[in-house]
């Protein structure tokens, strides 16, 4: 679970606090005053499913004003802090995600984004490297595909030493693997919060997501905008 202060702990059990919000973009920081509507959404243990054996991508809906040049595929990482006044919590990151599709509208310059989160970078072939030597296990395997899409595994993913991994033969991608090993362990991979890939077992449902409840994270607003962090 995500360790927060004790001022963030004092202010969530105030009815009076709010929760505000941000999105930092390639180094620029947009706040409720160019958001117009923010929304992630991702789905660790589909509640109609219950599925297992999952990488699981997270997506990011987004709408600024004066937004500026921002280049392709732009990194976007939005955060939230909790507000009493004067009052404020440090931010809470809520992901890293990057510009997939965009849309301006030429009548208001609201521009529309959508992207995903590093999970899409596992969609491209495995080809290991000649000195990898196989089978090789569920761990090392993990580290490596982690390497190859620019990411670190997340320390509260546990491996059992004895789960082997074959050649990737027949053109499988990064994420093909990825979903091998999630389905050995009983669980999904996610992109955490901080960017990290995480391996969740269905045992242990982590309390920071309510994933069966809301997909990702609880409704919140502010200006009358609802927005899902």
């Not at 040049?69 to 976007?76: D, G, K, N, S, T």
């Not at 409840?213 to 607003?221: N, R």
């Amino acid at each position: 679970m995500r360790q927060t202060s004790a001022l963030y702990q004092k202010l969530l059990q105030d009815p009076g606090s709010r929760k505000e919000v941000r999105v930092i973009i390639n180094g620029v920081t947009y706040g409720e005053d160019r958001i117009v509507s923010l929304a992630t959404k991702a789905n660790l243990f589909p509640s109609d499913t219950m599925g297992v054996g999952g990488a699981i991508a997270k997506e990011i809906d987004l709408s600024l004003v004066e937004s500026g040049a921002i280049p392709p595929m732009a990194e976007v990482v939005p955060a939230y802090r909790l507000v009493l006044g004067e009052v404020s919590s440090e931010w809470v990151q809520k992901g890293v995600f990057f510009i997939d599709t965009r849309s301006a509208d030429a009548l208001t310059g609201v521009l529309t984004i959508h992207g995903y989160d590093a999970m899409l970078k596992a969609e491209q072939v495995w080809e290991p490297d000649q000195s990898l030597v196989f089978p090789m296990t569920m761990e090392r395997a993990s580290a490596e595909i982690a390497r190859l899409m620019g990411v670190s595994i997340d320390p509260r993913t546990v491996f059992q030493p004895s789960y082997l991994v074959d050649y990737p033969a027949n053109a499988y991608t990064l994420r093909d693997v990825l979903r091998y090993i999630a389905a050995a362990y009983a669980g999904n991979w996610i992109i955490t919060d901080t960017g990290q890939l995480r391996l969740v077992t269905f045992a242990e449902l982590p309390p920071e997501s309510s994933f069966l409840i809301t997909g990702y994270g609880s409704a919140i607003t502010f200006g009358g905008v609802r927005i899902l962090v």
